[in-house]
């Protein structure tokens, strides 16, 4: 075995994974603006009009990808959390508390964009039908869970609290994404299937999927900026911070 080989483990320990936050940050923050600026403009200026919506479609590029990242980030969340509550890994549980309030600005971005698009689509901003209930019960799931965490001053109580909650509000992900299969609703179907054809332009994929990219860099970095963030409260008494602190003072703003 090559002695070269990433020790991934040692970086679940909040003392390594803190620098390696800082370094990787700007990196996923840069790709993220590369990739919303290249994707905006071909979702906005270089797609063609849809021959049924006209221009109205467009909003599709930030619609999209903020859902799925809305149910990504929930399914994230409830590993993390589930990690964290089963081997008491500090680093898991602040990952999951990192990504909560990410999940639910994606949550609401979708759900107002939906409004706003089904206003010309159908007439209407909101109906009540399965994919758009169930989007607005994972909206409440991560008001839950950030405010069930909010309410509890123990930490370690706090985080099992929130790990129960987002492990049963997980179901409630593939209840979003089948719920245009198992129910008749307003909402049209999925466009982009694993393992059959897209039914739409090649340009306007390229953007969506460009878009989805971007939205995925910018979850990252802002991820890891509030992680560092959650271990710096966390850890303040920790030897480990208070001796990088007088090592590394640019890097460490222990109060």
């Known amino acids: 075995m090559s002695k070269s080989r990433i020790n991934w483990y040692r970086y679940a320990a909040p003392a390594n994974f803190y ?3 800082g370094m990787a940050l700007p990196w996923f923050m840069g790709l993220a603006i590369i990739l919303f600026a290249v994707g905006l403009y071909i979702g906005f200026f270089v797609a063609p009009p849809d021959f049924q919506q006209g221009n109205s479609y467009r909003i599709i590029f930030i619609h999209v990808p903020a859902a799925w990242m809305g149910m990504l980030l929930y399914v994230l969340l409830a590993i993390y959390a589930a990690i964290g509550w089963a081997f008491n890994a500090r680093l898991a549980s602040m990952m999951a508390t990192a990504i909560a309030p990410t999940g639910a600005i994606f949550t609401f971005i979708a759900l107002v964009t939906g409004a706003l698009w089904g206003r010309p689509a159908w007439g209407v901003y909101w109906v009540w039908d399965a994919r758009m209930t169930s989007t607005l019960i994972l909206m409440f799931l991560y008001i839950g869970f950030i405010s069930l ?5 123990d930490t370690r109580r706090a985080d099992r609290a929130g790990a ?13 994404y089948f719920s245009v299969q198992w129910w008749n609703t307003l909402h049209q179907g999925a466009t982009i299937r694993l393992g ?3 039914s739409m332009a090649p340009i306007m ?9 971007a939205c995925w860099m910018y979850s990252i970095a802002v991820v890891l900026a509030r992680v560092r963030t959650i ?9 480990w911070l208070a001796e990088a602190s007088s090592t590394l003072p640019g890097n460490y703003a222990v109060e």
């Open 149 to 153: 965490q909010s309410s509890i001053d």
């Open 164 to 176: 129960v909650l987002a492990i049963v509000g997980v179901i409630n992900v593939p209840i979003i």
């Open 231 to 239: 271990i710096l409260e966390r850890e303040s008494e920790a030897p």
């Open 196 to 198: 059959s054809r897209p």
């Open 205 to 213: 994929l390229a953007a969506m999927l460009i878009m989805t990219a």
């Open 19 to 21: 620098p390696l936050a």
